[in-house]
């Protein structure tokens, strides 16, 4: 690799709105991030995600294609 050319790569402070914060290395040249969401809360991670059926969707497919299923 050639000298000079590459940017630094420097420890990086993450904080989360949720408050957990976690260190990572990044090219950024801040050394503090704040994001919205992380994997201690976010819905996919801690299990907690609900299914929205908006407007009945699921019920309409399932009667659509009850056919198909026997």
Do not use: W
């Not at 993450?14 to 704040?34: A, I, L, P, Q």
């Not at 996919?44 to 056919?67: C, E, M, N, P, S």
């Amino acid at each position: 690799m050639k000298d000079g050319i590459h940017p630094e790569y420097t420890d990086l402070s993450v904080t989360c709105s949720c408050g957990n914060t976690f260190v990572t290395r990044s090219t950024m040249s801040k050394d503090r991030f704040n994001v919205e969401v992380c994997s201690q809360c976010h819905p996919f991670y801690t299990g907690k995600q609900k299914v929205l059926d908006t407007a009945g969707r699921i019920d309409k497919f399932q009667q659509k294609f009850a056919k198909f299923a026997r």
